[in-house]
């Protein structure tokens, strides 16, 4: 096997293990998020689930994630298809919530978010809970490309992603409180 073919299955493998473990963390800061709002049981039992798969659709397209971080106009473009890809793959487990919840985790309030451009109130609950969990994570975590940053960096970076209409600010307000002082 040439190098080059070496370093890409390398890369994928790396990229599969992110990719699950980013699963399971996000699976557990949503419901811990999702329990200082008052949800139902059967509704942190939604939530939960979606946040394990919401990025399920990913697997098929591991190597356009398998990168340094650094995607073409195009690439990003592809990207996008994820949630829907998702919701093909593992709808039917989801249930008709927990496929908004997937659907709909890349949704922003200020109506620039994707798949649909969904503004405020017409983003789910539960989907607003998950998108907060996964901002939380990706910058808090080590990724293949790049190191987490401080938590200082993290707070301030999600507290300007709400003022930006990019998260809820709602979440984002009982997120500060419930990791910003480091515990998760
Ligand atoms: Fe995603």
Request: aromatic share 4%; hydrophobic share 40%.
């Given at each position: 096997?040439?190098?080059?073919?070496?370093?890409?299955?390398?890369?994928?493998?790396?990229?599969?293990?992110?990719?699950?473990?980013?699963?399971?963390?996000?699976?557990?800061?949503?419901?811990?998020?999702?329990?200082?709002?008052?949800?139902?049981?059967?509704?942190?039992?939604?939530?939960?689930?979606?946040?394990?798969?919401?990025?399920?659709?990913?697997?098929?397209?591991?190597?356009?994630?398998?990168?340094?971080?650094?995607?073409?106009?195009?690439?990003?473009?592809?990207?996008?298809?994820?949630?829907?890809?998702?919701?093909?793959?593992?709808?039917l487990w989801l249930g008709s919530t927990g496929r908004e919840v997937v659907m709909q985790h890349h949704?922003?309030?200020?109506?620039?978010?994707?798949?649909?451009?969904?503004?405020?109130?017409?983003?789910?609950?539960?989907?607003?809970?998950?998108?907060?969990?996964?901002?939380?994570?990706?910058?808090?975590?080590?990724?293949?490309?790049?190191?987490?940053?401080?938590?200082?960096?993290?707070?301030?970076?999600?507290?300007?992603?709400?003022?930006?209409?990019?998260?809820?600010?709602?979440?984002?307000?009982?997120?500060?409180?419930?990791?910003?002082?480091?515990?998760?």
């Amino acid at each position: 096997m040439a190098n080059s073919e070496k370093r890409d299955r390398i890369s994928r493998i790396e990229a599969l293990q992110e990719l699950w473990q980013h699963s399971r963390r996000v699976g557990k800061l949503a419901v811990t998020l999702g329990g200082k709002f008052s949800l139902k049981k059967g509704e942190l039992e939604v939530l939960e689930r979606a946040a394990k798969l919401h990025d399920v659709g990913k697997l098929l397209m591991i190597r356009l994630v398998s990168g340094n971080g650094s995607l073409t106009a195009k690439e990003r473009e592809k990207l996008r298809y994820h949630p829907a890809l998702g919701v093909l793959l593992v709808g039917l487990w989801l249930g008709s919530t927990g496929r908004e919840v997937v659907m709909q985790h890349h949704e922003q309030p200020n109506g620039l978010g994707y798949p649909r451009g969904l503004r405020e109130d017409q983003i789910h609950p539960l989907a607003g809970i998950l998108a907060v969990a996964d901002h939380y994570d990706a910058l808090a975590s080590d990724r293949c490309y790049r190191k987490r940053f401080k938590l200082s960096k993290v707070i301030q970076m999600l507290e300007d992603e709400a003022a930006l209409g990019i998260l809820n600010p709602g979440v984002v307000e009982k997120a500060v409180k419930l990791w910003g002082n480091g515990v998760r």
